[in-house]
């Protein structure tokens, strides 16, 4: 066995191979990035990331990008109360899952929050956004 072959784990891909990132090099399973862009708010997430320059946003931005992209159902328009619960789920929950699957780097202290996926994210988000009810 050639030992300069690198050997991947069953079912991980080399995403490097189709985002062209040559920047990155990470293995990650579709199952897990599927899973991290399945929610909304996740999506608004990384599309708001990824229009923004330099991939990169002030945290209080991206909550307010997120909040007028994710309507609230029980009001017209956006208000302070549906900010202040999209800022509390993205801290808690929505930034840290896409931080683990790799997608974005968040740093919570400074208050800093980048995009750090390549093409197939986008391709996944161009996808599943054609699908999306309110877009």
Known sequence: MDEN??????GLRNIDNFSRSAERERLISPDRLLS???DEHRRAVVRSLNNAADRTLEYDALVDRVADRVED?????????HRQRVR????HTHLPKLADAGVID???DAGH???VGGGLEQDILACVGSHDVDE
């Open 5 to 10: 072959v690198e050997r991947e784990e069953p």
């Open 36 to 38: 991290a862009v399945a």
């Open 73 to 81: 159902e029980n009001t017209e328009g956006v208000s302070d109360e």
């Open 88 to 91: 509390i789920v993205l801290h």
């Open 106 to 108: 968040y740093e919570a």
């Open 113 to 115: 929050v980048q995009f």
